[in-house]
């Protein structure tokens, strides 16, 4: 969708916070909100939407200001709201009901390590799907607007670069116009490179460049 | 946006308080300058949502392990992880192995995701791994323009900045305007390349070995080496076209 998420090339959004330290977390708040979207992540409504449309169908002036781990909390509460796990009066009490049901914790410290090491590749090995462009090809990014979640962002849109990697066949992540996945489409992706001229014109630097990796149907021939 | 009430306070201390009950807390009177917020926000219907986000936190987390739903020590498990275990310092000892031997240099930059695992970093956000080197004709850049992707494994959790408007809208524009922000001004001659992490595929920068360092240790080089370095936001003290 062309919502708030997708940022690439505007202006305005104020200087960039270049003093931060490398701790993971700059409040206890952070740490704990992070660990309970993990530990909590296997609870909620059966049929699941994307999670990043989740977060890109927000109101745009609340999505630009919260915090990061705010959004997860804010939908991880709307999440099991929505499953019935939990409800506004706990919220305002900060104690479950004594009345409603006792689950098993999904997730273990055990299980914690085990997802770290775990690999949750898109890349799918199983299918032979045909390439449709060459490295070195010209190719242009389609001038699509998905209502959904996709992956093509919207300053690569109409411009013609050229396929620098053929990375392989991957499950196509593009959604719905509700964030539910799509059929299954697996899919060639490529990086493709465009100059900062085709992008931006002409006061870009003559030199450089910006790449992304396209899905197949994000592309065509120029 | 973070007040004293953000600021860390013991693991213990903040389990104690969630155990010992939240309700006083989530209360608005206390909560100050976000209490305007969420007058507003009541206004619009979203009153489930209490004011200051720690204290939210604090309240979700008594509730769904009152629920069962819940095992804080898995949260301590996650947050463990991401302060002792997963984090910048594997990016710093993947690079100061390429800067040291020559060999894995080489499988680094055509095989990034097994060169890294070489060194028993690999796992969930570290499936698809590239790395891009710096020269003194190249300068790299990563970014998520649609969202937060990074490369855990090497270097745990993005900053803030790097999941924030200014850099995201930015760094795919005017990226040279990004760095001489960050310190760095890069001269004409100088190609930068910026890496919008659009898929599947996570970017490791190696930066450029610093002039001076010959005499060090691996060990020694790998200190030398920032997180910043690591997305392409700072060359390395010493390095060519350093600010």
């Not at chain 1, 053929?166 to 299954?184: E, K, N, R, S």
């Not at chain 2, 804080?72 to 993947?94: F, L, M, Q």
């Not at chain 2, 524009?173 to 960050?182: A, H, S, T």
Request: aromatic share 8%.
């Amino acid at each position: 969708m062309n919502g708030i998420h997708d940022m690439g090339g505007m202006h305005g959004m104020g200087p960039i916070d270049v003093h931060e330290d490398e701790r993971p977390f700059h409040a206890e708040w952070e740490g704990r909100a992070w660990g309970l979207i993990r530990a909590a992540g296997p609870f909620g409504p059966e049929r699941r939407r994307n999670f990043r449309y989740e977060h890109e169908i927000l109101p745009p002036a609340q999505y630009l200001q919260m915090q990061y781990y705010e959004r997860f909390i804010r939908l991880l509460i709307e999440r099991l709201m929505a499953a019935k796990l939990l409800t506004e009066a706990e919220l305002q009490s900060g104690h479950a009901d004594p009345a409603s049901p006792r689950y098993t914790p999904r997730v273990t410290p055990a299980s914690i390590a085990e997802q770290f090491g775990r690999r949750r590749s898109l890349r799918r090995e199983d299918v032979k799907v045909r390439a449709g462009f060459k490295t070195g090809q010209r190719v242009r990014a389609r001038n699509i607007h998905p209502v959904g979640h996709t992956r093509l962002p919207r300053y690569m849109r109409g411009h013609v670069g050229t396929v620098l990697t053929d990375h392989g066949v991957f499950g196509f992540q593009d959604t719905d116009a509700d964030g539910y996945a799509l059929p299954d489409k697996p899919q060639h992706v490529y990086t493709v490179e465009f100059t900062a001229r085709e992008l931006w014109g002409n006061t870009a630097h003559p030199r450089d460049t910006v790449h992304a990796e396209l899905w197949e149907d994000y592309l065509e021939r120029p | 946006m973070a007040d004293a009430e953000d600021r860390p306070v013991g693991r213990r201390k903040f389990l104690s308080d969630a155990a010992a009950g939240t309700a006083g807390l989530v209360a608005a009177p206390r909560l100050g300058a976000n209490a305007q917020a969420n007058a507003v926000a009541q206004d619009q219907g979203h009153q489930a949502v209490p004011s200051d986000v720690a204290l939210r936190v604090k309240a979700l987390e008594s509730i769904l392990v009152e629920k069962g739903m819940v095992d804080p020590a898995a949260i301590d498990a996650v947050i463990d992880t991401y302060e002792s275990k997963v984090g910048p310092r594997n990016g710093a000892r993947v690079v100061a192995k390429a800067w040291t031997d020559p060999a894995f240099r080489k499988r680094l930059l055509t095989d990034a995701t097994a060169a890294i695992a070489e060194l028993g970093y690999a796992g969930a956000q570290g499936e698809h791994m590239v790395v891009v080197e710096n020269t003194p004709t190249v300068h790299n850049l990563v970014v998520c323009t649609l969202c937060s992707c990074y490369p855990w494994p090497v270097l745990g959790l993005p900053p803030t900045w790097y999941k924030s408007a200014p850099y995201r809208s930015r760094v795919v524009i005017d990226p040279r305007g990004v760095l001489k922000e960050f310190g760095v001004a890069l001269s004409d001659d100088v190609q930068v390349r910026v890496w919008d992490s659009t898929a599947e595929i996570r970017y490791l920068v190696l930066p450029e070995r610093p002039a001076g360092a010959e005499g060090l240790t691996e060990e020694q080089l790998a200190a030398l080496v920032t997180r910043n370095a690591m997305v392409g936001v700072a060359r390395l003290s010493g390095a060519r076209g350093a600010a």
